[in-house]
């Protein structure tokens, strides 16, 4: 019987018992293949999700460890000013008070301030000795533009202040560039001031654990947060809680009564504020070393200082002006028996006369009509200074109170470069003869003066 040829190939096979149990088993046998690989990729990707966030979450745990500790010897090696040249008077005696207030012998419960008049060196002075301190002290200056000053406090200190800390934005941040640990911009001033308040006070309470005594924030030019009156107060509010609990202690350094006043509050005895130290103008034999110091001689040195008064700042200002003027007359000014000098002195006269004539008007003693009636009570005083001193004697505190009832408008005044009160005598007097030149010129106009 011939074979049939169908009867062995694939197809009629599969058409038989044995072929249909056969393709069974191979399905069976891939499709269980396929459920072993899905099995096994799915606990590998469950492995890997409970990985990443273990991961996940340890990372803010150990970054916070890292990032706390790095603040803490941010704050032991100090946030201080840029180096500077040796300041050309030491002004020991003072110097002494600044390190006392900013390393007290014995642990205080209050904030310091520090007052004087512009040009008295108190920058200078307050930076020098926050270099000498080295750590435990942070100086931060408000500059003219402060718009935030929260925001620049957090970034004095390098604060990162995000609160979600986690893997992916650490990565982020320093793969990709995005800066998303840092206070997000436009999120308000008092927001940031208490988000960089708050960071510095917990990163303070770490300093103060580890090393035993409060860290010390130096706030200098404080007079320009003036201007956002809601964030002085809230600042000077930390300051004050600060205080209490004795973490952090905080100078600030002013250059108006008016700023002293709203930091120390209409209850100063009652207030967190220490007695403010005065940093008074030079002496006239401190007048003279700087004057020498700045390259002029005994000559132009002696009748600068009689002419222009003690403060460090008319001082530079004089000797700025003598170099630029000599230099057109060769003496250089060191006063060496040219006969120019006289000339150099009366040009330095006539553009310091100028410069005093804005003083003037920044007060409102001259300008226009409406400016002068609504400062009329200033030009009075002046007035009755220029007559008393022109009589040889001097105006007496009570006699300006009379004149200018208005306790603002006399702050504004005494903190100006014309007038300084004498508490001695307790006297008002020019500042100089500058200020009396100029006050001559300017509102001597029908006033009698046997001088």
Request: with cysteine.
């Amino acid at each position: 019987m011939a074979a049939n040829p169908w009867r062995d190939t694939p197809l009629r096979f599969q058409n038989t018992k044995a072929g249909r149990d056969h393709a069974e088993e191979a399905a069976k046998s891939a499709a269980s293949s396929f459920l072993d690989f899905i099995a096994s990729k799915f606990n590998i990707t469950i492995t890997a999700g409970i990985g990443l966030l273990a991961v996940n979450w340890a990372t803010p745990i150990l970054y916070e460890k890292v990032y706390t500790q790095k603040i803490i010897e941010r704050l032991e090696n100090g946030v201080l000013p840029p180096p500077a040249p040796p300041a050309p008077l030491s002004r020991d005696a003072l110097r002494q008070e600044m390190h006392s207030l900013m390393q007290p012998e014995r642990p205080t419960r209050f904030f310091s301030l520090i007052l004087g008049p512009p040009g008295s060196g108190k920058t200078t002075l307050i930076r020098a000795v926050s270099r000498e301190m080295k750590g435990g002290v942070g100086y931060i200056e408000a500059t003219p533009c402060t718009e935030d000053f929260g925001r620049d406090l957090g970034e004095a200190f390098s604060f990162k202040l995000e609160k979600h800390v986690n893997l992916f934005n650490i990565v982020t941040q320093t793969v990709v560039g995005r800066k998303t640990l840092d206070m997000p911009a436009g999120t308000g001033r008092l927001s940031s001031l208490r988000r960089s308040c708050e960071a510095l006070h917990e990163a303070a309470t770490e300093y103060r654990k580890a090393f035993g005594k409060p860290f010390v924030l130096v706030v200098d030019s404080v007079d320009r947060l003036e201007g956002n009156k809601e964030v002085l107060e809230a600042f000077v509010q930390y300051a004050t809680d600060w205080a209490q609990d004795g973490t952090i202690s905080c100078v600030f350094v002013a250059n108006k009564w008016d700023t002293a006043i709203k930091i120390m509050g209409n209850h100063p005895t009652q207030s967190r504020a220490g007695p403010p130290l005065l940093v008074a103008e030079l002496t006239k034999k401190e007048g003279l070393q700087l004057l020498s110091y700045l390259g002029l001689g005994p000559e132009f040195a002696s009748r600068g200082v009689d002419y222009v008064g003690t403060s460090l700042l008319l001082l530079e200002r004089f000797a700025g002006l003598v170099h630029a003027t000599s230099d057109s007359y060769g003496s250089r000014g060191r006063g060496r028996g040219s006969g120019d000098n006289e000339k150099v002195l009366s040009i330095v006269k006539a553009k310091l006369l100028e410069l005093a004539a804005l003083e003037f008007e920044s007060i409102g003693a001259v300008g226009g009509d409406d400016k002068n009636k609504e400062n009329q009570p200033i030009v009075e005083a002046l007035k009755a200074v220029l007559a008393a001193t022109g009589q040889g004697v001097s105006l007496s505190m009570a006699e300006l109170i009379k004149i200018i009832p208005n306790a603002e408008m006399r702050r504004k005044l005494l903190s100006s470069a014309i007038l300084k009160y004498d508490g001695n005598t307790r006297s008002v007097g020019f500042a100089s003869k500058l200020a009396e030149e100029a006050a001559i010129q300017l509102l001597g106009e029908g006033i009698k003066r046997n001088k």
